[in-house]
């Protein structure tokens, strides 16, 4: 189990790295065309990528297969919840700091926490709640949103990714057996057709050049290998030993954001990462404690029921 949770951890950390650098494609998509365009050609390159890895990750996407799906509640709520949040993500991204977008995803734990209260009424303790607040002061040390426009950009970040997170608790309920592929596929689908009206409704189309169509390109295919590794890690790992490894996302983020657009951190950027990684770390470690405890006392220890009393001495 050692041996394959540090595979799953390397897995989970190239994933992240995929995931971020499939975010810098789109940013640098959106420097040749217009944000719908991007939307909609790097949901086309997805397309083409989620198309060819289908057979070996839950069988060949057959329009049958598709429209049985689609004819399930949750997955069409899931479905509403990820075009609504890629869409704005992509708007945000094109329009702000690389590094500012990546960190404002970092709260989709508090999110996810928030949605487990809404849907599943989980109650979360002090020291989960505290170390959510800290993770915002992180992320308001990334931002520091001054001019109007970066104000409204990376609240539509915070909107996206408040919509993943939804997405995510959704998903909760979606049978195991359902392939996450085809699941990906009919979601990338409903983009498509969101992105087409988009672009029509602009009535602005930019003739589309080499550097465009490689970004794109190279936009869907680190996200279908992100999709890959971090299925193989999640299979392959414990959950509570991998999830701190997500946090490359925010580290990779900055140096791509650095060594593509110039965007140099500076001190209260660099603390606030440190924070956000900070806090995660602590909740999820705090987690597995606690997971820990709970499946070291046998039922029925308390003796029906009864509290135990205080201990001597």
């Known amino acids: 189990m050692h041996t394959d949770n540090l595979r799953a951890a390397l897995l989970i950390t190239l994933a992240m790295v995929c995931f971020t650098s499939n975010d810098a494609f789109v940013k640098l998509l959106g420097q040749y065309v217009t944000w719908q365009q991007a939307l909609l050609l790097r949901s086309l390159a997805a397309l083409l990528f989620l198309t060819l890895l289908s057979p070996f990750l839950g069988g060949v996407a057959t329009p049958a297969r598709l429209w049985a799906l689609a004819r399930r509640g949750r997955v069409r709520l899931r479905v509403a919840f990820e075009a609504c949040g890629l869409s704005l993500w992509v708007l945000a991204l094109v329009n702000m700091p690389l590094s500012g977008a ?54 539509l970040a915070m909107l996206a990714t408040a919509c993943m997170a939804a997405r995510d608790v959704v998903t909760r309920g979606i049978a195991r057996e359902v392939s996450p592929v085809h699941v990906a596929l009919l979601s990338t689908l409903a983009i498509i057709g969101i992105a087409s009206a988009l672009v029509w409704l602009s009535e ?55 060594a593509v657009f110039g965007e140099a951190p500076d001190g209260w950027s660099l603390l606030g990462a440190v924070v956000i990684i ?36």
């Open 278 to 313: 900070a806090s995660g770390v602590y909740l999820m470690l705090r987690e597995r404690r606690a997971g820990a405890r709970a499946a070291t006392i046998p039922d029925g220890a308390t003796g029906g029921g009864v509290p135990p009393g205080p201990k001597p001495g």
């Open 102 to 155: 990546i960190a404002v995803n970092q709260l989709l734990p508090v999110f996810l926490m928030l949605g487990g209260m809404l849907a599943y009424g989980e109650r979360p303790g002090p020291q989960r709640s505290a170390a959510a607040l800290v993770s915002v002061l992180g992320v308001a040390m990334v931002v520091r949103p001054g001019a109007e426009t970066l104000q409204i950009h990376a609240l």
């Open 204 to 258: 602005e189309w930019r003739p589309l050049g080499l550097r465009a169509l490689g970004a794109a390109a190279g936009s869907g295919a680190a996200l279908c290998l992100a999709f890959v590794l971090v299925i193989r890690g999640a299979q392959m790992g414990e959950v509570s030993f991998i999830a701190p490894f997500r946090y490359a996302a925010l580290v990779w983020g900055m140096v791509l954001a650095w």
